[in-house]
């Protein structure tokens, strides 16, 4: 049984950092890409960003580049999401997810599981 769990959310003053993690078990992680997605109330989800699994990784959230770093510890079944600098803005749910291919085009990040979330709350 596959188990994607995400930690390390909280609240946080603006412009803190916040690191949140990502555990994945019942799959050979260092086989497969990762990626952040973060949803806001009212708002769809969107991905922020993701990591092969040789660790190439790409932000495409332009409200992230800079600030947000994805990494990997596949010794430790874990993916990272660095956040610096942080925003009001980026009051989310903050995603994990598995995905089946990496593809280094915008938008193309195919989930093939889900984790259940972490709340990032940045207060102003």
């Known amino acids: 049984q596959v188990r994607v769990v995400e930690s390390g959310g909280g609240l946080v003053q603006a412009g803190g950092s916040l690191r949140v993690s990502c555990t994945a078990s019942?799959?050979?992680?260092?086989?497969?890409?990762m990626a952040w997605f973060r949803q806001a109330p009212g708002k769809e989800r969107e991905e922020v960003c993701r990591?092969?699994?040789?660790?190439?990784?790409?932000c495409y959230a332009d409200s992230v580049k800079g600030r947000f770093t994805i990494s990997r510890d596949n010794a430790k079944n874990t993916v990272y999401l660095q956040m610096n600098s942080l925003e009001p803005e980026d009051t989310a749910m903050y995603y994990c997810?598995?995905?089946?291919?990496?593809?280094?085009?915008?938008?193309?990040?195919?989930?093939?599981?889900w984790g259940q979330g972490t709340q990032v709350t940045v207060s102003s």
């Open positions: 990591i092969s699994w040789s660790g190439e990784s790409s």
């Open positions: 019942g799959l050979p992680f260092a086989a497969y890409p």
């Open positions: 997810a598995v995905l089946s291919a990496y593809y280094t085009v915008r938008g193309l990040a195919p989930v093939k599981y």
